[in-house]
């Protein structure tokens, strides 16, 4: 049952023990380090592809080693996002804490999983294009997003 106030059921949420629903120090800094690798990675693409005339014919050779490095950092983060369903998320969602953000950082992380599997395997080029619009799109939203959700939290708290 839950107070019909929304303030009672403020007060009452922070008093409620919170098994595990913040993330370990270690955790928190997984979801960091991840995070920052697919970002950076994502903009030095960006950068490569947009602004920097290739030396030669054809792409920019260090295009291809930012989407290793991205690669790499995405199965960290989708780890790392795994780990954090079942306490963070489950825990956070039940007591009603920090949801709007939590649920768009969220939903922008599956948009960047489903429009990132679509740039493994679109062939076609112009669809292939406009899926890597919304995924860089996206990328740039889900740094807003995290941050602000991260913001928020600790505002909560205190
Ligand atoms: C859950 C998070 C993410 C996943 C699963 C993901 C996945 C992917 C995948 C699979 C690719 C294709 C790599 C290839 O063609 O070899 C890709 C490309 C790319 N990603 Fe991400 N990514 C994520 C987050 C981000 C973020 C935060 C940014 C930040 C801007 C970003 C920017 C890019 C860019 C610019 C490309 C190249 C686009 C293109 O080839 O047209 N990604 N990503
Ligand atoms: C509906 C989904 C989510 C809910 C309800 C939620 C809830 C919360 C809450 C209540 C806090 C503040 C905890 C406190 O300071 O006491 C918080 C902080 C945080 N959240 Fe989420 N969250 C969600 C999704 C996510 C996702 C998907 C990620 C990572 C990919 C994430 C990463 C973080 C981080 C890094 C913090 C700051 C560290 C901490 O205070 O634990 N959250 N979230």
């Known amino acids: 049952m839950r107070p019909a106030h929304p303030s009672h059921h403020h007060h009452a949420a922070r008093h409620l023990p919170r098994p595990q629903q913040r993330l370990g120090s270690v955790q928190e800094w997984w979801v960091y380090g991840a995070g920052a690798g697919l970002a950076l990675s994502g903009l030095g693409w960006l950068v490569c592809h947009y602004l920097l005339h290739p030396p030669g014919p ?3 050779p260090l295009e291809v080693w930012w989407l290793r490095l991205h690669g790499l950092a995405l199965l960290v983060f989708l780890t790392v996002l795994g780990s ?3 306490t963070h ?11 709007t953000s939590g649920s768009l950082v969220l ?3 599956g948009l960047l999983a489903l429009s990132g599997y679509g740039l493994y395997y679109l062939v076609d080029d112009d669809l292939r294009e406009w899926t890597g619009f919304v995924h860089w799109i996206a990328g740039l939203a889900a740094i807003v ?3 602000t959700h991260v913001v928020l939290g600790r505002k909560r708290r205190d």
């Open 58 to 60: 054809g792409p920019n």
């Open 107 to 109: 939903g922008v992380a």
């Open 89 to 99: 998320v489950r825990l956070g969602w039940r007591h009603h804490m920090n949801r």
């Open 84 to 86: 954090v369903l079942p």
């Open 145 to 147: 997003l995290l941050v």
